[in-house]
């Protein structure tokens, strides 16, 4: 495994054609909460929800109007799988190092007053999904952001007040890991290693290591399209866990062990607290 810099993966994006459909799925069968809606996205032609996952989010974006690349996703793949935003220390260093390197290409670079956005062009870098490294400013409250799990997150917009008391609501769900399925002509750990040596994140075989989670990736079927493959999710409380199962049936979400939804394969596993705060105990659907 190489040393590199600890780097938490903040945000999961996808693309839908119905958002509304995405967003009552989302807070019926996950039971968590719409915690913002970005009204700035508007000038990309999309409408989004962001949903939190303990102190991380779920993003869902569908667009509004013709011509964008996410309906060009959309055309091509259908529901699934659109961006994966990772979180630095110090994401504009990082951009000039990629690009005076030639790893990658920036097609969008923004700095708000505490952050700063860069988001990469897909193209020749594995598991077709999107690429953002952004970066926030350590403060005396926050001096450490990307380990902090309710760190201010600039995409939640600027009360964070109020949008980290709905992480806190929802502290019973938490990334575990995700997937992204890649060419089968393209060996999952030099996948592994692409994304380590552009984005500077530690991989250990076929998996990037971040703070929060892992993202790994798996071979596709021939002709198959890259993309988000699965996500896995930890449950602590079992009525939380159960009740997810519940309302997946409910809805005829169910498959072979996971979750079908919104173009994505869900996992979830249940964290149980041993008594005397031994370690937890993990049960997977």
């Known amino acids: 495994m190489a ?5 938490r993966l903040r945000q999961i994006a996808l693309v839908v054609e119905d958002l509304k459909r995405a967003e009552y799925l989302l807070t019926t069968v996950l039971g968590s909460e719409v915690i913002y809606v970005d009204p700035q996205v508007g000038q990309w032609g999309l409408e989004n929800i962001l949903v ?3 102190g991380d989010v779920i993003e869902v974006v569908a667009p509004v109007k013709p011509g964008t690349a996410a309906g060009r996703l959309l055309s091509k793949r259908g529901d699934g799988g659109y961006m994966i ?3 630095t220390a110090d994401a504009a260093a990082r951009k000039t190092y990629i690009e005076e390197n030639g790893l990658g290409k920036v097609i969008y670079y923004h700095e708000h007053e505490d952050a700063v956005c860069v988001q ?5 870098i594995h598991g077709g999904i999107m690429p953002e490294l952004d970066s926030h400013r350590s403060t005396s409250n926050h001096p450490d952001p990307v380990s902090t799990t309710y760190s201010p997150w600039h995409t939640c917009g600027s009360d964070y007040p109020s949008y980290s008391a709905g992480m806190k609501r929802n502290s019973h769900l938490q990334f575990v ?4 399925r890649i060419s089968p002509t393209v060996a999952p750990t030099a996948a592994a290693q692409q994304w380590s040596s552009i984005f500077d994140v530690p991989s250990q075989r076929n998996e990037l290591l ?3 989670m892992k993202m790994s990736f798996t071979a596709g079927a021939e002709g198959e399209a890259e993309g988000l493959e699965w996500i896995t999710i930890a449950v602590h409380r079992k009525e939380k866990f159960d009740r997810i199962l519940e309302r997946a049936s409910e809805e005829g979400l169910c ?3 996971w979750i ?3 173009g994505v394969k869900w996992y979830f596993v249940l964290v149980e607290s041993n008594a005397g705060n031994e370690a937890d105990e993990i049960s997977r659907l």
Not at 3 to 7: D, L
Not at 120 to 124: E, R, T, V
Not at 177 to 180: D, G
């Open 3 to 7: 040393s590199s810099t600890p780097t």
């Open 52 to 54: 939190a996952i303990g």
């Open 85 to 87: 935003v990772m979180q």
């Open 120 to 124: 990469y062009h897909p193209k020749g």
């Open 177 to 180: 890991s995700a997937v992204c």
């Open 210 to 212: 971040y703070t929060n």
């Open 255 to 257: 498959g072979d062990g």
């Open 260 to 262: 079908n939804m919104l």
